[in-house]
């Protein structure tokens, strides 16, 4: 009866730790089919350029391939892992090494923090359909030099809506203002240096069309019609008569940058053609009397404005341009520069807006200037003769004016008063930070480093062209491409001043 009772225990013991085995094969083997993975290092670290780089090292330590890989780091959208694919899957028992970088595309657009910690997730796909995540904390090394980049908000605005002047918030372009040769040429300029930097690697060809779309539209802009006074020019937007001379100066560097890269022959000779008609609108002594050296501001329909803009001085960046590209008219531009610089120069040193040909004096917008105005004159003049005592001495002067609330470093005023030397509105005119992105890289890395660092606070609040001195967007106005584009240089070309 013993014997009989040990032997039935005996046998369903057996039977429990043969069921106990089973299950536990089971549960391995269910857990095998969902596959896994481990984290075996991770790394954040700043470069010397203040780019940072998060690297992960995956195993794959199950049975099934992965095939994509989602790394998620706080304060960041979700970024597919460029380097694990259904082409290219991380095999049971092998390891790869994911990398996210402070460029387009690539993962990371943050300013990343020597000495913080971040979380990390990582979630694994499988190519059954199952997946599985897994988190971290990553903490900052390297060195501690501070990154900017373009935000992805400005490039995809560029893409989509120039050349447009303004949009809405809600994504409608003011079709009142429509499309211009000024907006279509800074979209130019910017996607041109675009095309060749490494934030922007995984979309040059998207770059390389836009540029040849907005070319080819510029194109469809000029006055091809030898018999008029505009010939050369471009309208002013797509639904005006009128041809300035300013636009034809915006439009010259971004049709060489457009050839330079493409090798199109028709963006040249539209820009040798924007230079003729600059040539005309400077060589009007027949009509005012006397040859000034500056250009009439426009014409429309044969009839001119002859006022003479100190903003014009814009035009000597694309004139120089034109003075390589077309060799063979090279004194004829130098001779262009030469005048306009010298006669110009007096109505910018003298803080005027234009030169009026009828009662032969300069003149103001009251007791203002305008600062785009004059960050445009200082751009071209500072292109043609560097940092010479006039771009020097004028930058100077309206960087220097202090007022309560109100900092010339991140940005100039829209109006400023040059008799009593003061803001004369109540907000930044956002476009002046862009254009001043050179002479202030070279020559103020102060003024570069505080604008910047403002703007990249909120940059998508700096897309229109007002914001108050307390730093909020003026309301109800349309993003502006113009700005955008300018304020897109600005984090493109800042490089890394000696800080």
Known sequence: ?????????????????????????????????????????ACLIKLLSGRAVL????????????????????????????????ARPLMPGGSRTVRLKNEYGLGLTRNYIVGEEYQVSVKAFFNDGAALSRSFKVRCGGCSRRWFQVPSSYFKFIMEYSPYIYVYPNGTPDRNWGCSAFAASFAIEFLYEAYNNPQFQLVKDEIYDKIVELADWLLTQQCMDRGKPAYGGFRSTEKSIQYYSIDAGRA??????????????????????????????????????????????????????????????????????????????????????????????????GYYMYFSPSDGRWHRNGRCILDDCYSYALYGLYRYEGYSETVKSIYERLNGIKHSGYNASICWAGYIDVVDWKPACLYYDAVTSGILWEIRKNHDTKSLLASLSVIDEDPEAWMIWGITYDLKPMLDLPRATATVCWLSMLYLCWSQPPF
């Open 252 to 349: 010259i560097p971004a049709l060489l940058k457009a050839y330079s890269l493409t090798g199109n022959n028709s963006y040249l000779e539209a820009a040798k053609r924007a230079g003729f008609f600059l040539y005309n609108m400077q060589h009007l002594e027949a009509a005012t009397g006397e040859y000034y050296g500056g250009f009439a501001r426009a014409v429309a329909a044969g009839s001119f404005d002859y006022s003479m803009d100190v903003e014009c001085l814009y035009n000597l960046y694309g004139l120089k341009m034109l003075a390589e590209y077309d060799s063979k008219n090279r004194s004829v531009y130098e001779e262009m520069m030469r005048d306009a610089a010298d006669f110009l120069r007096r109505g910018l040193e």
């Open 1 to 41: 009866m013993g014997r009989a009772l040990s032997r039935r225990l005996a046998a369903s013991f057996a039977l429990l730790i043969i069921a106990v085995g089973a299950a536990i094969y089971i549960f391995a083997s269910d857990v095998l089919r969902q596959g896994d993975f481990r984290m075996a290092d």
């Open 55 to 86: 690297t992960i090292n995956l195993e794959n330590t199950g049975c099934k391939p992965i095939v994509k890989v989602l790394v998620h780091v706080e304060g960041e959208n979700p970024f597919a892992a460029l380097e694990v694919s259904y």
